[in-house]
Nanobody
């Protein structure tokens, strides 16, 4: 059974830093691409960042490029999303997702992922 469990969300002030974790069980990050997505109230879910299993390359949405950093620890089967210089518009529920990725690069498209976590809330407010 595949499970993804996110944690690390919190209520913070603008400019703060958070680190989200995505603990994966049932599949290996050596073979599965990981994506991070977010959904704000009343908006569609959007891709934030992803990491390819084969080469560790990462991709970012323009809105977070330079502020967010995605990494993984394959020994712990965990992916991390570091959120720096947070803005109020980053407020959303954040989800991680996984898809088999041995022969393909990761994508920020939500419909390409097979397994999803339950989400963790990030609220940025003064």
């Amino acid at each position: 059974q595949v499970q993804l469990v996110e944690s690390g969300g919190d209520l913070v002030q603008p400019g703060a830093t958070l680190r989200l974790s995505c603990v994966v069980s049932g599949v290996s990050l050596d073979y599965y691409n990981i994506g991070w997505f977010r959904q704000a109230p009343g908006k569609e879910r959007e891709g934030v960042s992803c990491i390819s299993s084969s080469d560790g390359n990462t991709y970012y949405a323009d809105s977070v490029k330079g502020r967010f950093t995605l990494s993984r620890d394959t020994a712990k089967n965990t992916a991390y999303l570091q959120l720096d210089s947070l803005k109020p518009e980053d407020t959303a529920e954040y989800y991680c997702a996984a898809v088999w990725g041995v022969i393909r690069s990761c994508t920020l498209l939500t419909d390409k992922y097979d397994f999803w976590g339950q989400g963790t809330q990030v609220t940025v407010s003064s």
